[in-house]
T-cell receptor, first 115, second 115 residues
Framework: SQTIHQWPATLVQPVGSPLSLECTVE??????LYWYRQAAGRGLQLLFY??????ISSEVPQNLSASRPQDRQFILSSKKLLLSDSGFYLC??????????????FGDGTRLSIL | DAKTTQPNSMESNEEEPVHLPCNHS???????IHWYRQLPSQGPEYVIH???SNVNNRMASLAIAEDRKSSTLILHRATLRDAAVYYC????????????????FGKGTKLSVIP
């Protein structure tokens, strides 16, 4: 069966520090991968998605970036964190079948607090 | 994605069946009905999806009205672990582009399970 791992679960970082969140998927090949942010009491905001190695689409201009160095690895990064980057970050995957509306399967999330 | 309407909250006794309704009167012929749930401090969890016929999986059943303007998520025996916010969303399975990957949740139904 497929599993998704996301770490760390919580992170406290000072303003201006770098960030690296990692997500890996097991049990499937060539998945679509996603990074979302969920602010408290609000919906999901799609930050990045990837349909293959090295292919990253950005949905929201910001100081975050994403990379997919391997088929089942997705990394969210920042060179300098802002206070507004605080939130609940979620990685997800879906099967890369035709029809973009495949179910998405989420990791447990990283709660990021910027001080 | 087309709009759905759900009750804000529902209560159920433990080990009783739960029927969570969703109205989607503007559904189009290519819209799939998806259900997700989110437990406190966790990422969303895919529950089930369907197009026209009723669907069953290990988590729940999905009953779809003949005219497809409403559907009901059925949890056969509610447990305390089922207490979550349940989201009903429509996903158009045609089309492509960035917007097709974004999951957009409404307010959902907050299900409370009483021991």
């Amino acid at each position: 069966s497929q599993t998704i791992h996301q770490w760390p679960a919580t992170l406290v970082q000072p303003v201006g520090s770098p960030l690296s969140l990692e997500c890996t998927v097991e049990g499937t090949s060539n998945p679509n991968l996603y990074w979302y942010r969920q602010a408290a009491g609000r919906g999901l905001q799609l930050l990045f998605y990837s349909v293959g190695i090295g292919q990253i689409s950005s949905e929201v201009p910001q100081n975050l970036s994403a990379s997919r160095p391997q088929d089942r690895q997705f990394i969210l990064s920042s060179k300098k964190l802002l206070l507004s980057d605080s939130g609940f970050y979620l990685c997800a995957w879906s099967a890369s079948l035709t029809g973009a509306r495949q179910p998405q399967h989420f990791g447990d999330g990283t709660r990021l607090s910027i001080l | 994605d087309a709009k759905t309407t759900q009750p804000n909250s529902m209560e159920s006794n433990e080990e009783e069946p739960v029927h969570l309704p969703c109205n989607h009167s503007t559904i189009s012929g290519t819209d799939y009905i998806h259900w997700y749930r989110q437990l406190p401090s966790q990422g969303p969890e895919y529950v089930i999806h369907g197009l026209t016929s009723n669907v069953n999986n290990r988590m729940a059943s999905l009953a779809i009205a003949e005219d497809r303007k409403s559907s009901t998520l059925i949890l056969h025996r509610a447990t305390l672990r089922d207490a979550a916010v349940y989201y009903c969303i429509l996903r158009d399975n045609v089309g492509s582009g960035a917007g097709s990957y974004q999951l957009t949740f409404g307010k959902g139904t907050k299900l409370s399970v009483i021991p």
